[in-house]
C-alpha cells in the first residue's frame, strides 16, 4: 500500500483532488489531502492594479444590513497570500506523513510564484515528486524544474498506476501520461484515454482520506465532506460541491474548462466533450453528504449541467425524490430553450440559483473574442424564462475592463442590461483576467496590457448604474458623471441603489 500525499491550493470544492484521492483508496492505497490555504474573499477599496485572480462585484451583495454599500471583493492570493511560516508548515506536515508520493494540483495563474511551494515538496526525499492539472499540463517544463513528473490530462489512471509502482517496485516512468525529463530532454509517455466507465467523483471509503488545513499559520484536522467552517465567509459555509459529468461542449477563449479536450483530440484521442455520471452514483453521493453534513446547499460545479435530455429527466425526479436540497446549477440555453419541461423539473427538484452567462453584450465580440454564439434573442429569451420561475435567483454574469470591448460593442452591452428582467435577479461584473495556457492571454499578449484607465473603470461603473436606472436617469446620470473619480462613482452608486431596489421590476 502506497503512501500518498496530495496538495490543493486556495480549492473551496478540491474535485481534482478528491478524484484523485478516491481513485487511489478505491485501488488500496493511503492517501492524504493537504489544503494549502483556503479560500479567502476580501473586500478592496479599489482594483487592484495587476491582479492574479478574480475581482468582482455583485450587485445585490452588501456589507451592511440596514442600507446598501458598494463591495469589491478580491480573492485568494490577491488578498491572502501564503507566508513564510506557512510554507514551513507544509514541509513539516509532508514530513510527519512521509509520504512515497506527493502530488500537486496546480492552475496556471501561479506560475510566477508556486516555485516556494514547489521546493518545499522535496523535504521527503525519497517521494517520488508530481505535478498536475492546468497548469502543469500546459507547461510542464516549469513543474519539472522542481519535481519529478508532470501529468499532463486527467490523472486518476496516472497516480494509481505511479502508486501500484512504488508497491510493485517496478520502473514509475511507464505510466501513462506521465512528462519527465531525462538528461536534459523532455520526455512525453503516451497519452491514454480515461475509463469513461469509472466514477470517482466519490468513493463510500472517503472517510479513510486524512484532510489537512494550513491556514492563518496552522495546521488543523479537516472535516472529509469539506465543511469549510475555518472560512469565515459565509459564501463557502454549507455548501457541498459535485459535478453530474466531465468535460464541457463550451470551448470560451477565457477559460480551461474545454482545453483538456482539445489535447486529446491534438493526440488523435477520440473522448467525448462531455461525460455525466451514473445517476445512482450521485444520488448516492448526496444522500451520504446531506445525511453527514448537514448542507444547505449543492453547488453543481459543471461549467453547463447538460447532458442528453432522458439524462436531465431522469436525473431531476431522483434527486427531487431522494435529496430535494436546494442547489445551484449552470443550464445551457439552447437545451432549455429546446426543452423548457427540463427547467420546470429542475425547479421542482429544488433548483434555486442560476446563472447567465452574458461576458458581452456585443454578439460580435461575444463570436470573435470569447468563442460564444449565442444571439442576444437568445439570452433575453432565455432569461426572461428563467425569472418567470419565482424560486429561482439569477445572476447575470459580464466580464469587465475588456480592452478589445471597442465603444460600439460597450453601447451594445449596456443596451442588453437595461433588457434584462430584473425580479430576483442580480448583475455580476468579473473583472476579465485570462490567465495563461488560455486563447484570451495570447491574444491579449498581442494587444496592449489590459487597459486599467479611467475609461475601463468608467464603464465598469456605467454597466452597473445601467442596470438599475430607466433610461432617461442613465443618460442624466452619464452626463453628470464624467470625470468622477473612484470614490465619488461609489458614493453615487450606493445612493442610486439605496433608491432602486434590485428585486423590483425596472
Request: overall charge neutral; proline content about 5%.
Amino acid at each position: 500500500m502506497a503512501k500518498v500525499a496530495l496538495i490543493c491550493l486556495y480549492d473551496n470544492a478540491a474535485l481534482g483532488i478528491r478524484n484523485l484521492s478516491n481513485a487511489l483508496i478505491e485501488n488500496g492505497h493511503s492517501v492524504s489531502v493537504i489544503h494549502f490555504k483556503l479560500p479567502i474573499q476580501k473586500k478592496l477599496d479599489d482594483f487592484l492594479r495587476y491582479p492574479m485572480l478574480y475581482e468582482n462585484v455583485h450587485s445585490n451583495q452588501s456589507d451592511r444590513l440596514d442600507r446598501y454599500e458598494f463591495v469589491l471583493s478580491g480573492y485568494n492570493i490577491d488578498v491572502n497570500m501564503w507566508t513564510h511560516n506557512e510554507i514551513h508548515l507544509l514541509g513539516d506536515v509532508l514530513t510527519r506523513l512521509m509520504p512515497d508520493i506527493v502530488g500537486i494540483s496546480t492552475r496556471s495563474v501561479y506560475g510566477d510564484y508556486i516555485d516556494t511551494i514547489l521546493k518545499q515538496i522535496k523535504v521527503v526525499g525519497k517521494a517520488l515528486t508530481i505535478a498536475g492539472g492546468f497548469g502543469a499540463s500546459f507547461d510542464p517544463d516549469y513543474y519539472l524544474r522542481y519535481l519529478d513528473y508532470v501529468c499532463i490530462g486527467e490523472g486518476e489512471s496516472t497516480i494509481v498506476q505511479l502508486a501500484d509502482s512504488v508497491d510493485n517496485g517496478t520502473d514509475p516512468r511507464l505510466s501513462d501520461n506521465l512528462v519527465y525529463k531525462d538528461n536534459g530532454k523532455l520526455i512525453y509517455n503516451k497519452l491514454s484515454k480515461p475509463d469513461e466507465s469509472l466514477d470517482y467523483f466519490f468513493s463510500p471509503k472517503f472517510d479513510s482520506v486524512e484532510h489537512i488545513g494550513i491556514e492563518h499559520n496552522t495546521t488543523f484536522q479537516m472535516d472529509p465532506l469539506l465543511t469549510m467552517a475555518i472560512v469565515k465567509v459565509p459564501f463557502y459555509q454549507n455548501l457541498y460541491y459535485t459535478m453530474i459529468g466531465k468535460g464541457c461542449i463550451g470551448n470560451c477563449s477565457f477559460c480551461a474548462a474545454g482545453k483538456f479536450h482539445n489535447l486529446y483530440r491534438m493526440n488523435n484521442i477520440i473522448l467525448s466533450k462531455r461525460r455525466v455520471r451514473p445517476i445512482p452514483s450521485i444520488i448516492q453521493e448526496l444522500k451520504i453528504a446531506t445525511a453527514r453534513g448537514n448542507f444547505k446547499k449543492i453547488f453543481f460545479m459543471d461549467s453547463f449541467f447538460v447532458g442528453p435530455k432522458k439524462y436531465l429527466i431522469d436525473f431531476f425526479n431522483a434527486y427531487e425524490r431522494e435529496i430535494h436540497v436546494p442547489f445551484f446549477a449552470q443550464l445551457h440555453p439552447r437545451q432549455v430553450m429546446s426543452n423548457p419541461e427540463i427547467l420546470s423539473l429542475a425547479c421542482r427538484a429544488g433548483l434555486s440559483h442560476t446563472v447567465v452567462g452574458i461576458q458581452s453584450g456585443s454578439e460580435s465580440v461575444r463570436k470573435a473574442i470569447f468563442n460564444r454564439n449565442e444571439p442576444n434573442s437568445v439570452i433575453l429569451e432565455f432569461s426572461k424564462l428563467l425569472s418567470s420561475f419565482p424560486s429561482l435567483s439569477i445572476d447575470y454574469h459580464l466580464l469587465t475592463h475588456n480592452p478589445l470591448e471597442d465603444d460600439t460593442a460597450f453601447e451594445e452591452t449596456l443596451s442588453l442590461i437595461a433588457m434584462l428582467p430584473k425580479k430576483n435577479a442580480q448583475l455580476v461584473l468579473n473583472r476579465l483576467r485570462p490567465f495563461p495556457g488560455t486563447e484570451m492571454y495570447e491574444l491579449l499578449k498581442s494587444a496592449a496590457r489590459p487597459n486599467i484607465s479611467v475609461n475601463q473603470h468608467q464603464r465598469f461603473w456605467l454597466s452597473l448604474f445601467r442596470y438599475f436606472l430607466d433610461d432617461k436617469g442613465f443618460e442624466t446620470l452619464r452626463k453628470r458623471c464624467v470625470g468622477f473619480n473612484f470614490g465619488q462613482m461609489k458614493e453615487l452608486f450606493e445612493y442610486i441603489r439605496n433608491r432602486n431596489r434590485p428585486d423590483k421590476e425596472s
